[in-house]
């Protein structure tokens, strides 16, 4: 594979590839939903922020002049298809800063992809810029790379050389894979705890991980990092707040993409990822915040939760957002094995129901008109589950599925939040998982921190009903502290809900193995997270065999 040309000194109106691909996406914007807000309100919460151009660019940092580290974020890779892949990197010798210390000014980065990790066997490389209008990120599309092969990529400026990160191709299209390893997490709390989940996971041998939302928390840390309780660093006052404005999510993005267990995790790992509500605010629902704010005030937030999302994960052009719409839901293969249908619960949901407090079922919760992922994105799912040839549909997403009965009267309280509370949603997937054949289906789950395995039932209500797919919540990296093995409510969920297998309130991942007759799980935990060094072990381990839906204990 012969190396890509690197492009030469950029002035005036001349720009890489990327700044094409990116200028040709934010032509394409999502549709708009939310035509009622003042002009002031659009004006702000639909802006595009696309880089300047002539002689209104930012003007050029000579990288000779980066005094600093300016990788201290790391490096990053995802959504790997067969012929390329997404890298990642975001200059910031200070990252604390909201401008990470580059100021308003263009940095040109130079970046590789070779075979080896000592990168003697280039296969790729070039030049971008690192913009200011996207928090000085670099993303790298790589292409024209061989199917199902291994790489290693880096980036320099000036001096500085990144980490080398270890990323990888999908199968090529139609191609019978015997397996795939993968791995789900979920719910990194930096204030609640070390992210030892992820230094083990930097080691296991997996070919991609999928990163099931809560990737950031908008609550406040403190000086000492909440249960982290540093006693030999000092967090400054700007973390002390609630994130509102970009400035907010960026520097806590880069507070979270300090720890070196996350950083060495993307380094290890091709990621996908997708985002549930604390990317942007608790349990938002669409256009509507935790408190039912005026949308027209809570849209611009969205619009900055969204761009500092984009601006520091490994995602494509065809992610950037356009003020608070994001095209986030998208679909990967892994040859015959696998088909992944990533979906957005949180940006096209209605509002939760009976005030999203658990509830009963009723006439609100059940109206038929509700929706959990917006009638484009459910239209989206059903047809590519109709089109699908492969053996495994995987529904990587955030809340939980599977019915969740919280007590054990005749007629239990259910999340708002989840499923549950929008239960005619669910039951539309199901007819249309049903429809489609799905025969080996299976959801991964994030969201409630603790670790659950679901028998989907036809027919949750009756133990007897036939079994569709299985469930699997991976349980979350640092929030909710250390967990316990047999939270408070363990013997009344298994009691209430025969269809849940397996429930550990402990963190940790999910490792799942893909293969042509069966899939296993084994649920890794650690036994705490508030101190570091903790070890890894697998609380349980499941099969599911293909064409016989239902978890089995192995």
Not at 55 to 77: H, N, Q
Not at 339 to 358: C, E, G, H, M
Not at 417 to 431: E, H, I, N, Q, T
Request: glycine fraction near 8%; charged fraction near 25%; charge should be negative.
């Amino acid at each position: 594979m012969a190396p890509s040309g690197r492009t030469g000194p950029l002035s005036g109106l001349a720009f890489t590839p990327q700044d094409a691909e990116l200028r040709a996406a934010a032509r394409h914007p999502a549709r708009r939903r939310f035509l009622t807000l003042t002009a002031a309100a659009a004006s702000l919460a639909f802006t595009t922020g696309l880089p300047a151009r002539g002689a209104f660019a930012a003007p050029r940092l000579e990288a000779a002049r980066i005094t600093e580290d300016p990788f201290t974020l790391g490096v990053a890779s995802g959504d790997p298809l067969p012929d390329s892949v997404l890298i990642w990197t975001r200059l910031a010798p200070s990252p604390f800063e909201p401008d990470g210390g580059l100021g308003q000014q263009q940095v040109e980065v130079d970046w590789e992809v070779a075979l080896d990790e000592a990168f003697i066997g280039v296969v790729q490389r070039g030049t971008v810029l690192a913009h200011p209008e996207y928090g000085h990120s670099v993303r790298v599309d790589v292409r024209g790379l061989d199917p199902g092969s291994h790489y290693h990529y880096r980036f320099r400026t000036g001096t500085w050389i990144s980490p080398a990160g270890r990323t990888r191709t999908a199968p090529a299209a139609g191609t019978d894979v015997a397996s795939l390893r993968l791995a789900a997490v979920a719910c990194q709390a930096y204030h609640d705890g070390y992210y030892t989940a992820h230094r083990h996971l930097a080691r296991e041998d997996v070919d991609v991980v999928f990163h099931l939302g809560d990737y950031l928390y908008e609550y406040a840390v403190d000086s000492a990092g909440g249960a982290r309780a540093y006693t030999d660093v000092v967090l400054p006052d700007v973390f002390n707040r609630e994130t509102t404005t970009l400035a907010d999510y960026r520097t806590r993005y880069a507070l979270y993409k300090s720890d070196p267990d996350l950083r060495a995790a993307h380094a290890a790992h091709p990621f996908v990822v997708t985002w549930d509500d604390h990317e942007t605010e608790n349990n938002y629902a669409g256009a509507a915040d935790e408190n039912g704010s005026d949308p027209a005030r809570f849209l611009p937030r969205r619009a900055a939760a969204y761009r500092a999302y984009w601006e520091n994960q490994p995602l494509r052009a065809g992610q950037l957002p356009d003020g608070p719409d994001a095209r986030l839901f998208r679909r990967l293969h892994w040859g015959t094995l696998a088909q992944f249908d990533i979906l957005d619960t949180r940006q096209y949901r209605s509002d939760q129901a009976y005030d999203d407090v658990p509830h009963v079922p009723g006439p609100e919760s059940d109206d038929p008109a509700r929706t959990l992922t917006g009638d484009a994105q459910e239209r989206w799912l059903l047809d590519g589950w109709g089109a699908s040839t492969a053996l495994w549909n995987v529904l990587p997403q955030q809340v939980c599925f599977s019915q969740r009965r919280l007590d054990l009267n005749a007629e239990a309280k259910l999340s708002m939040d989840a499923w549950d509370g929008y239960r005619a949603s669910r039951g539309r997937l199901v007819a249309g998982a049903k429809a489609a054949g799905v025969d080996n289906w299976m959801v991964l789950t994030g969201d409630v921190h603790v670790a659950y395995a679901f028998d989907i039932k036809d027919d949750f209500d009756d133990p007897g009903s036939a079994t569709l797919g299985t469930e699997l919540t991976c349980t979350s990296v640092a929030s909710g502290r250390n967990g316990a093995q047999r939270p408070a409510n363990w013997d009344t969920y298994t009691r209430a809900n025969p269809h849940l297998r397996f429930y550990d309130g402990r963190r940790g991942y999910l490792r799942l193995e893909l293969g042509r007759l069966s899939a296993r799980a084994d649920y890794r935990i650690v036994p705490f997270v508030t101190t570091p060094g903790a070890s890894v072990s697998t609380a349980a381990s499941f099969v599911t065999e293909v064409g016989a839906p239902g978890l089995t204990p192995v």
